[in-house]
T-cell receptor, first 113, second 113 residues
Framework: EPEVTQTPSHQVTQMGQEVILRCVPI?????FYWYRQILGQKVEFLVSFYNNEISEKSEIFDDQFSVERPDGSNFTLKIRSTKLEDSAMYFC???????????FGPGTRLLVL | QKEVEQNSGPLSVPEGAIASLNCTYS??????FFWYRQYSGKSPELIMFIYSNGDKEDGRFTAQLNKASQYVSLLIRDSQPSDSATYLC?????????????FGRGTSLIVHP
């Protein structure tokens, strides 16, 4: 069964450093998403991406964040100048139609020290 | 701020019983509604989605939508210990002309043998 994959599974970084989280969406899906979940809190939408551009973004997704689809398979989230409060699980998701029904990857646990 | 609300629980039911999980939302313009299951330390897994008022059944799961009252519920029949997880309600909520996927905090379900 097709699935969304994410690398790395865990990332530890120092405050102020840049991290890149990688995702490979399901191959025939056209809509891609990044979410985060701080430990013990709810899943929060960051950004959605369609047709090589951002379609929606939340208030969380400020200039510190960027997304890119560098090739036909990968979808990346870059976090510049990481802060302690960026520590969270980051989930990539994809969907075929964009109306919801999203399939989540296993997540990358980011720890900022 | 438009919200998606869930009782955090835990909801404890005996094996074989019906578990009833509820979700209310504040955006009357929302048109699609999703239920995800999230095991501890894992990513959300899509269980069901519903667009129209009424019931939608899929195996042991039934989603119920009442747009007039702005609630959506998930019934799990013949609950099994393996159903023990957090159940997340997700609703696209309008924000500045776009729809932002918005998750509730989730209801923890415990099915005891």
């Amino acid at each position: 069964e097709p699935e969304v994959t994410q690398t790395p599974s865990h990332q530890v970084t120092q405050m102020g450093q840049e991290v890149i989280l990688r995702c490979v969406p399901i191959s025939n899906h056209l809509y891609f998403y990044w979410y985060r979940q701080i430990l013990g809190q709810k899943v929060e939408f960051l950004v959605s991406f369609y047709n090589n551009e951002i379609s929606e973004k939340s208030e969380i997704f400020d200039d510190q964040f960027s997304v890119e689809r560098p090739d036909g398979s990968n979808f990346t989230l870059k976090i510049r100048s990481t802060k302690l409060e960026d520590s969270a699980m980051y989930f990539c998701a994809s969907s075929e139609s964009g109306g919801g029904a999203e399939y989540f990857g296993p997540g990358t646990r980011l720890l900022v020290l | 701020q438009k919200e998606v609300e869930q009782n955090s629980g835990p909801l404890s039911v005996p094996e074989g019983a019906i578990a009833s999980l509820n979700c209310t939302y504040s955006d009357r313009g929302s048109q699609s509604f999703f239920w995800y299951r999230q095991y501890s330390g894992k990513s959300p897994e899509l269980i069901m989605f519903i667009y129209s008022n009424g019931d939608k059944e899929d195996g042991r799961f039934t989603a119920q939508l009442n747009k007039a009252s702005q609630y959506v519920s998930l019934l799990i029949r013949d609950s099994q210990p393996s159903d023990s997880a957090t159940y997340l309600c997700a609703v696209p909520v309008s924000s500045g002309g776009s729809y932002i996927p918005t998750f509730g905090r989730g209801t923890s379900l415990i099915v005891h043998p």
